[in-house]
């Protein structure tokens, strides 16, 4: 048989791929070289925000993507732990604020639920808050789900849909025609013939576009996270610092009076409950390559600027941390896109921080590409030529 | 603050008691620590007289030998630090260790090493029958640790999963200790351990039942054991029904075998094989018990489970080597010495058992020089990746 799709990385965004391309009707395969959810989609937090997106377009497909999440909680068999926690943005000093009271203003008049909180209804939100914040961004909608329990439902809500799932296969070439046209994926286990092949591969994208002589600028970045012991419950929604925006968009750039640690560590505080009552504290990200193993430093500059928020946290203990790669595109946007120059090969892949948050949309909106509809917004800004024109006029 | 040391050794047990004294005695700073409250690892459980050749303490019971260990060390000069945990091993040989100071104050150092010696032992297997996390169902080896270190009997009545050697010189020791052992239930048809050591507690009076576990542990109102339901198992090792019955105890005790502590290692990325011979999973190592990173050594169980005259070699081994990469002793004078552990190594692993350990540890050390060849340095981190940002 010839599939009209074949997806490769079984990931947050490959396995939404798939899904929505059953449900268009499509046959879809989908590849992975090691398990489902093998990758960075477990090995990331677990939480879908507006509030920590740019506005404009990333805040667009943020909330498009969680209102996708509901839908989807509501329709799967499959639960994937959707949780409407909220998330409470904490601001240190009155510089912050006054940053964040612009940046919340410019996204509720754009219609998002988003607004200022005061130190003394932050308080009450998050009673274990250290008491000298002065207030923050409380965004109701924001949503938590578990990522790899994502990946899980896509697929098995896929194969109802027809989706065969070739997990530990690994790919050696993918096969083009006379004209360049996509005309098969040549794995160990055997070839799979197909029409159209997407890239969802995340880190490891470059790799596949290599295969068909693209240079896809993907990067790892690392990101690492605390996991405390099981405890009472100390936090209620999901709760970070502001200066957590100065880590994503180097381009606001506030001055934290932070320890060195913290600072060559770029850790920025965030926090979550997980359903099993411990707590995930993160974060940091830095450049290391595919080295996934934790760092030291990292783990106690964490520690430190999740104390300075939550100063219980002292006397709760740490029983483990962990470390993932996220893919990294300069630019902060995804790539979205067929590609002009091999018909037939489409890339959805670079989100980032955010795969997690926009698998339901990019998974929407790239069948809608695939099936030649007008996508649901205009997503030129997403194309891969982006890089193409760039080096150009360069 | 990172301090800094030559060599760290993780584990004060034979093997990295016995690598501290060959690195220090080499002129090397050595810091050793461990998470228990006394240095000596499981020599101080170790009642009994050892077997071998008086090069390998022959005759002496195991707690003087941790003694005299200890007292070496020391006399050398080595930091020990107790109540201290290695939490993981980081990139750079970095070492996180939580010690535990006067007052129960808890700190955490990072520990720069030159050279990393990895000696964490091995941990007991668990066979999981039904009601087996109830209280008073252990591991033989933390019924070992209640009566003779600790002094305390971990119950009265006591049935012992599995005939190891371990198993019947726990029992034994146990009954030494006052404790009344019911019964010896063996899954295999025949006993695993010495035959020396089976005669001892059956001339005690106490039934060795083969071909038989234990499905079951029966708990009273408080979920405590009350009992263990044992049955007969077939050819495949499983429980035939209706031949279940009961042995009213306080304790059940497992000695199902141990498995080499290998998590520091995996930390590292070092590389590692199944070796069923040696207990699971172990780093693979080269004869100068260095892993696959350079700088990261391994001795004793956690590298393979054997006994503590073997663990305290390989800990020589990796001393000599470790301060030989430091440039403490000279090829020529290192290579003396470590030829002369090998072939004590190897004059232990002789016998039945002996043998195929011998043969195993030949073969991973082949697939050392073939697959790894050189141990591999540190991937290196702090630099950006393809120049970003």
């Given amino acids: 048989m010839i599939y009209d799709v074949t997806v490769i990385g079984a990931g947050a965004i490959g396995t939404s791929v798939a899904y929505h391309l059953c449900k268009k009707g499509f046959s879809v395969a989908l590849i992975d070289r090691g398990d489902i959810a093998s990758g960075s989609s477990s090995h990331c937090d677990a939480v879908a925000l507006i509030s920590d997106k740019a506005p404009g377009l990333d805040t667009k497909m943020g909330d498009a993507s969680i209102r996708h999440y509901r839908e989807l909680a509501e329709s799967f068999s499959y639960d994937f732990e959707y949780d409407r926690k909220g998330c409470l943005y904490v601001c240190e000093t009155e510089e912050e604020l006054a940053a964040a009271s612009s940046y919340a203003k410019r996204q509720a008049a754009d219609g998002y639920d988003m607004k200022i909180v005061d130190a003394k209804t932050m308080r009450e939100m998050e009673p274990y808050l250290a008491d000298d914040l002065l ?234 590409l695939v099936a030649g509809e007008t996508t649901d917004f205009d997503i030129r800004r997403l194309r891969f030529s982006r890089f193409t024109e760039a080096q150009r006029t360069a | 603050m990172i301090l800094e040391k030559d060599v760290v050794v993780i584990g004060a047990g034979p093997a990295g008691l016995a690598a501290s004294i060959e690195a220090a005695k080499a002129g090397a700073g050595v810091l050793l620590v461990d998470l228990n409250l006394k240095a000596g690892g499981q020599l101080f459980k170790q009642i009994h007289k050892f077997f071998g050749s008086r090069a390998h303490y022959s005759g002496t019971r195991g707690y003087d030998i941790g003694r005299k ?10 930091d020990v630090w107790l109540q201290s945990t290695a939490v993981g091993v980081f990139p750079g040989n970095k070492v996180g260790i939580e010690r535990i100071l006067d007052g129960g104050v808890k700190k955490l150092y990072t520990v720069h090493g030159k050279a990393v010696i990895i000696a964490t032992g091995a941990s007991e297997n668990a066979v999981c029958f039904k009601g087996w996390t109830r209280p008073g169902v252990m591991g033989a080896g933390a019924a070992q640790t209640m009566v003779n270190v600790n002094h305390v009997r971990p119950g009265k009545k006591i049935v012992m999963l599995g005939s190891g050697n371990v198993g019947l010189i726990v029992s034994y020791q146990l009954m030494q200790a006052g404790c009344d052992v019911l019964a010896l239930v063996e899954a295999a048809p025949k006993i695993g351990g010495y035959a020396v050591h089976a005669a001892k507690i059956s001339r005690a009076g106490v039934p060795i039942i083969t071909s038989h576990t234990i499905v079951e542990a029966l708990g009273d109102e408080k979920g405590t054991v009350r009992g263990a339901v044992i049955a007969k198992v077939d050819s495949h090792f499983q429980p035939i029904s209706g031949t279940e019955r009961t042995i009213e105890c306080d304790t059940i005790a497992i000695a199902a075998g141990l498995r080499p502590v290998v998590d520091l290692t995996r930390l590292m990325n070092c590389a590692s094989v199944f070796e069923p011979v040696f207990g699971g999973f172990i780093p693979l190592h080269n004869t100068d018990m260095e892993t696959s990173v350079k700088g990261i050594y391994v001795a004793g169980d956690s590298t393979g489970v054997e006994e503590a005259s073997v663990a305290m070699e390989e800990g020589r081994i990796a001393g000599t080597a470790a301060a030989q990469s430091l440039g403490y002793l000279s090829a020529a004078e290192a290579g003396k010495t470590k030829k002369l552990l090998w072939e004590r190594v190897n004059s232990l692993r002789s016998g039945p058992f002996g043998e195929r350990r011998l043969t195993a540890e030949k073969n991973l050390l082949e697939h050392f020089r073939e697959e790894i060849r050189e141990p591999q340095p540190e991937i290196m981190i702090g630099g950006l990746a393809h120049g970003a940002d």
């Fill in chain 1, 135 to 368: 207030g923050g961004i409380w965004t109701p909608g924001d949503i938590a789900v578990c990522p790899y329990k994502v990946c899980f439902a896509f697929v098995e809500e896929g194969k109802k849909l027809g989706l065969k799932v070739y997990p530990y296969t690994h790919i050696s070439r993918i096969r083009l025609s006379a004209n360049r046209m996509v005309e098969a994926v040549e794995t160990d286990a055997g070839d799979i013939l197909t029409k159209r092949v997407i890239n969802c591969a995340g880190v490891w994208a470059p790799d596949v576009g290599k295969l068909v002589g693209l240079d896809i600028p993907i990067q790892p970045r690392k990101g690492m996270n605390l996991i405390s012991e099981q405890t009472k419950r100390i936090v209620w929604h999901k709760v970070m610092e502001f200066g957590y925006m100065m880590s994503k968009f180097e381009s606001i750039n506030f001055r934290r009076n932070v320890s060195s640690l913290v600072e060559e560590y770029n850790v920025a505080f965030n926090i979550e409950y997980t359903k099993a009552d411990n707590i995930l504290l993160g974060g940091y990200r830095g450049f290391r390559g595919f080295d996934v193993r934790s760092e030291l430093e990292a783990m106690q500059a964490i520690a430190e600027r999740g104390i300075r928020f939550y100063p219980c946290l002292k006397g709760i203990n740490c029983i483990r941390s962990y470390a993932g790669v996220r893919p990294y595109v300069k630019d902060h946007l995804p790539v979205v896109s067929a590609v002009d120059e091999v018909p037939g090969f489409y890339i959805a892949a670079g989100h980032e921080g955010d795969g997690i948050c926009l698998s339901p949309i990019t998974g929407k909106l790239m069948a809608q």
């Fill in chain 2, 69 to 78: 260990l200890v007292r070496e060390a020391e006399s050398l000069k080595v």
